[in-house]
């Protein structure tokens, strides 16, 4: 399944923002991840949610924070960032892998499919 992150920006610390994955198909067989890669540094898992939207599962640092939610009738995954810090500041990229239900994944190479990431930016 192609996907495509969109949402991200400048923002200041303390502000909200939220990322959307759009999939050219049906994204309902499917787990989505968020992960994000700071200059420098690993990519690192933000937030998982199952095919239904039933389990969800957050990086520590997030907990919170950050929201995922998906609606499958739009093929879409959002991830509701709240109280943005300047550490949160990365590429955000949303990945997929077909599944059974109520399973999520927390490693990037548990993922099939990727889409191009979007920059977000947090000023302190």
């Known amino acids: 399944v192609q996907l495509q992150a969109s949402g991200g920006g400048l923002v200041q610390a303390g502000d909200s923002l939220k990322l959307s994955c759009t999939a050219a198909?049906?994204?309902?067989?499917?787990?989505i991840g968020w992960f994000r890669q700071a200059p420098g540094k690993d990519r690192q898992f933000v937030a998982t949610?199952?095919?239904?939207?039933?389990?969800?599962y957050y990086e520590n640092s997030v907990k919170g924070r950050f929201t995922i939610s998906r609606d499958n009738a739009k093929n879409t995954v959002d991830l509701q960032m709240h109280n943005l810090k300047p550490e949160d500041t990365a590429v955000y990229s949303c990945?997929?892998?077909?599944?059974?239900?109520?399973?999520?994944?927390?490693?990037?190479?548990?993922?099939?499919?990727w889409g191009q990431g979007t920059l977000v930016t947090v000023s302190s």
């Open positions: 990945a997929a892998r077909w599944t059974v239900t109520g399973v999520y994944y927390t490693r990037d190479d548990d993922y099939t499919d």
């Open positions: 198909g049906i994204l309902s067989n499917y787990a």
């Open positions: 949610i199952s095919r239904a939207g039933t389990r969800t």
